[in-house]
């Protein structure tokens, strides 16, 4: 079969997607170890049966909802590629509007912490824009540690120390920016039976007190781990940012403010901690 039969045979296999071409189109790519701009430069090129044979395995589960890239076990945040697997939460375009403002806020030798650091997209990104930044990253997860230390091997990322821990269990000293994107999903919410969070682990995605239990946690223990004048920001849910912010307000933090995300909804909230008062 060429290339570009292939392709549209696949788009109208994957009518259930919302980008079913790109789907198809990057499933192919990870099948011919090809960028993707080879398929439309060689469209005529057949497909050897090796080839068509493991594209219609990965077409299958594609199919069935698994995410693409739990199939490739790559995504591409920040423009850098990161290893993903079911142990963690796949990296969201979104979540570089967090990156974003920690970069304009930190200077070049700040410290920096990432709560639930997942795949280590978050940090490892801040950390390549700011190579003599002093940046950790933790997560209560082994799996999800381990994977995040393989990115930053991957990337080779030498000022990014990721280790095991709950919250901040085992933190030790201040920082002048704590970043997390917790879960903060309520148990009930009906997106948790629809696209890819349904085969992403539901620790990540999931918090008691509809979702806003471990950002509770997060923002009264931080006070203990920020220096002065330091920076809190917390990734949320669409519907959040008010309650968000109340949480901040209700534990001294100043200066609150919440931005929004590619499709204008309240995203992510930051504050500033002035220290002991």
């Not at 990104?125 to 091997?153: K, M």
Request: hydrophobic share 45%; with cysteine; proline share 4%.
């Amino acid at each position: 079969m060429r290339i570009d039969a292939a392709v549209l045979r696949a788009k109208s296999l994957l009518i259930k997607s919302d980008s079913a071409l790109l789907d198809a189109q990057v499933l192919l790519s990870f099948v011919l170890q090809k960028e993707s701009v080879y398929l439309m430069t060689w469209p005529e090129k057949h497909l050897t049966e090796s080839q068509q044979k493991a594209y219609e395995v990965l077409l299958v589960e594609r199919i069935k909802g698994v995410p693409v890239a739990y199939l490739t076990g790559i995504r591409e945040f920040w423009s850098l590629p990161f290893k993903v697997n079911n142990s963690t939460l796949i990296p969201r375009p979104d979540t570089e509007i967090l990156v974003e403002y920690a970069l304009k806020i930190c200077s070049p030798q700040a410290r920096i912490l990432d709560l639930g650091t997942g795949t280590g997209a978050i940090i490892l990104s801040i950390a390549s824009e700011l190579p003599n930044a002093r940046c950790s990253g933790v997560d209560f997860n082994a799996d999800a540690v381990q994977l995040a230390i393989e990115n930053r091997q991957i990337l080779k990322l030498n000022n990014v120390n990721i280790y095991q821990s709950d919250w901040f269990s085992q933190v030790e000293g201040r920082f002048d920016l704590i970043v997390s994107n917790p879960p903060y999903i309520d148990k009930n919410d009906h997106h948790l039976g629809e696209g890819d969070v349904r085969f992403e682990p539901l620790s990540a995605l999931v918090a008691p007190q509809k979702g806003l239990a471990d950002i509770r946690i997060i923002v009264a223990d931080a006070r203990s781990h920020l220096n002065e004048n330091a920076t809190l920001m917390i990734e949320h849910g669409f519907e959040q940012g008010k309650e968000v912010r109340n949480i901040l307000r209700l534990f001294d933090f100043d200066e609150i403010k919440t931005v929004h995300d590619y499709a204008q909804n309240e995203r992510i909230s930051m504050a500033i901690y002035r220290g002991l008062k």
